[in-house]
């Protein structure tokens, strides 16, 4: 079955730090698409980046950048020299292809970043 | 407007009330969904609809009946609530297939007293 973990629930670093928000996932599709989600307090869950499962390259925009490795299931997500701003709740995802765009969500990490 | 809009807001609601919400979409997508997102708990995919059809139905209490009237608005009927059903009900859209990204409305902040 499709599933999502972060098992980090909330992490708090200081500004400029660097941050790294870890995604596992489990499914037993060889075509599937993974996300990246930003909620800030405000509600609305922000696009990211989506990423297809023969995509193994890793990609930066900006301060961010994300690690995909299929041999270990993971889909991190690394913010570099944090600001208050990335203050939010991240969420990874997981969509099968052949349904409907289902998405499966893991639980979220809550990032608070101190100035 | 741009993007998914949902109104209102914020809704008060007494457990005999019967209210809607509403979802629109301006970025021509064809599938629409509703997530009920609780505190301390995961996103839940509530429905979706694909072309105007519903096609999935996540074992959603019959107190809250969609309305998919068009491939751009989509409505969540709600009736007789429950206390446990206060949360922020998430509207998103996406083309249909499972290669696109859902676009998300900012929600609707739901207390039922």
């Known amino acids: 079955a499709q599933k999502v973990t972060q098992a980090q629930t909330e992490i708090s670093v200081v500004e400029k730090e660097d941050v790294t928000l870890d995604c596992v996932y489990e499914?037993?599709?060889?075509?599937?698409?993974l996300f990246w989600y930003k909620q800030p307090p405000s509600g609305e869950l922000v696009f990211l980046i989506r990423?297809?499962?023969?995509?193994?390259q890793n990609e930066i925009s900006g301060r961010y950048s994300w690690n995909f490795q299929k041999s270990t299931s993971s889909f991190n997500f690394t913010i570099t020299a944090s600001q208050v701003v990335d203050s939010a709740v991240y969420f990874c995802a997981l969509s099968e292809v052949y349904n409907f765009n289902k998405f499966y969500f893991g639980s979220g990490t809550k990032l608070n970043v101190k100035p | 407007e741009t993007g998914v809009t949902q109104t209102p807001r914020h809704l008060v609601m007494g457990m005999t009330n019967k209210k809607s919400l509403k979802c629109e979409q301006h970025?021509?997508?064809?599938?629409m969904y509703w997530y009920k997102q609780s505190a301390k708990k995961p996103l839940e995919l509530m429905f979706v609809?694909?072309?105007?059809?519903?096609?999935e139905n996540n074992s959603v209490p019959s107190r809250f009946s969609p309305e998919c009237p068009n491939s751009s608005h989509l409505f969540l009927h709600l009736h007789t609530l429950q206390p446990e059903d206060s949360a922020l009900y998430l509207c998103?859209?996406?083309?249909?297939?499972?290669?696109?990204?859902?676009?998300f409305g900012p929600g609707t902040r739901l207390t039922v007293t």
């Open positions: 998103a859209s996406s083309e249909t297939g499972g290669s696109g990204e859902q676009y």
């Open positions: 990423r297809n499962s023969f995509d193994e």
């Open positions: 609809y694909s072309l105007e059809e519903r096609v």
């Open positions: 970025l021509g997508h064809n599938a």
């Open positions: 499914t037993r599709d060889t075509t599937y698409y």
